[in-house]
Nanobody, 119 residues
């Protein structure tokens, strides 16, 4: 079984920065796309940023220019550097990975980490 473990959430003032990290562990043959999603109270989960194994990135319009996603293929990790944070960035952030494991190609999610931005 593959597990994704996130870290790095917390409380920050508007304009501040946070860095989220996610590590995948277990029997992993390869990982295709990795990404970050978020869900604010009363809202649907939405894409924040994704990155392919070849380092191609995709960002939500609302975070472009402020957030940077990166990954280390050797360590099976993905990070999200969040700068110029706004109160509307407040949400639970989830790590996602498309993993080729013993069962084939599977989609995995982390448990989520809370990010709160105060005004």
């Amino acid at each position: 079984q593959v597990q994704l473990v996130e870290s790095g959430g917390g409380l920050v003032q508007a304009g501040g920065s946070l860095r989220l990290s996610c590590a995948a562990s277990g029997i992993i043959f390869s990982i295709n796309a990795m990404g970050w999603y978020r869900q604010a109270p009363g809202k649907q989960r939405e894409l924040v940023a994704t990155i392919t194994s070849g380092a191609s990135t995709n960002y939500a319009r609302s975070v472009k220019g402020r957030f940077t996603i990166s990954r280390d293929n050797a360590k099976n990790t993905v990070d999200l550097q969040m700068n110029s944070l706004k109160p509307e960035d407040t949400a639970v952030y989830y790590c996602n990975a498309e993993v080729r494991d013993l069962r084939g190609l599977d989609d995995y999610w982390g448990q989520g980490t809370q990010v709160t931005v105060s005004s």
